[in-house]
């Protein structure tokens, strides 16, 4: 099983460009989540998702856009790109099942993303 | 709403123990969950407590007080591979959290020989 991964790695793009993040799992996961982390503050909640169909904000939700059109596919766009996205986007997918012990989230590699 | 604290950066000798603490207030607690991050890698899952008292998972041990709002990572018998950032998060309680967590800044531990 692959987990969790995260198309592209790495990206650089200039202000008011767009672009969309790619997230796959194949742990058949029904919750799925994007943060962003900078320096000295941690991993903000972007959006979520707690299954096919179904999107939600997060806690910094502003300039961001996802869609989950397949269970195993979670995508993050920004519509016009701001210096202030600059950051690494973490993708990451929990299971629902009660009988789970832990629940614990499992997060993809990051994407870099870098807006000049 | 949450708010989780820990402390920035920490550092140690191989070999030796180190005890990372986290404070958080929440409205609701449904578990706390401590991960690890090595510099430019995604966090991995180390333990969970949802109940008050020690879990311990080899060299690594978490424990939990609920009323005090407070949390420790303890690793021992510290190894250079154990550099990396710690992060401590909180799960909310509740049928609208949906799992969702609540992470800390992070403790950077740097081991040193």
């Known amino acids: 099983n692959a987990g969790v991964t995260q198309t592209p790695k790495f990206r650089v793009l200039k202000t008011g460009q767009s672009m969309t993040l790619l997230c796959a799992q194949d742990?058949?996961?029904?919750?799925m989540y994007w943060y962003r982390q900078d320096p000295g503050m941690g991993l903000r909640l972007i959006h979520y998702?707690?299954?096919?169909?179904?999107?939600a904000k997060g806690e910094v939700p502003d300039g961001y856009n996802v869609s989950r059109l397949k269970k195993q596919n979670f995508l993050l766009g920004l519509e016009s790109a701001a210096p202030s996205q600059t950051s690494v986007y973490f993708c990451?997918?929990?299971?629902?099942?009660?009988?789970?012990?832990?629940?614990?989230?499992?997060f993809g590699p990051g994407t870099r993303l870098t807006v000049l | 709403g949450q708010n989780i604290d820990q402390p920035t950066e920490m550092t140690a000798t191989e070999g030796a123990i180190v005890q990372i603490n986290c404070t958080y207030q929440?409205?609701?607690?449904?578990?706390l969950f401590w991960y690890q991050q090595h510099a430019g890698e995604a966090p991995t899952f180390l333990s969970y407590n949802v109940l008050d008292g020690l879990e311990e998972k080899g060299r690594f041990s978490s424990f939990l007080s609920r009323s005090k709002g407070y949390s420790y990572l303890l690793l021992k018998e510290l190894q250079m591979k154990d550099s990396a950032s710690y992060l401590c998060?909180?799960?909310?309680?509740?049928?609208?959290?949906?799992?969702?967590?609540?992470f800390g800044a992070g403790t950077q531990v740097v081991v040193t020989p």
């Open positions: 742990m058949n996961h029904e919750y």
């Open positions: 998702s707690v299954g096919e169909g179904t999107t």
């Open positions: 998060a909180v799960r909310a309680l509740g049928t609208d959290s949906w799992g969702k967590l609540q």
């Open positions: 990451a997918s929990a299971s629902d099942e009660a009988g789970t012990l832990y629940n614990e989230q499992f």
């Open positions: 929440t409205s609701g607690f449904n578990g």
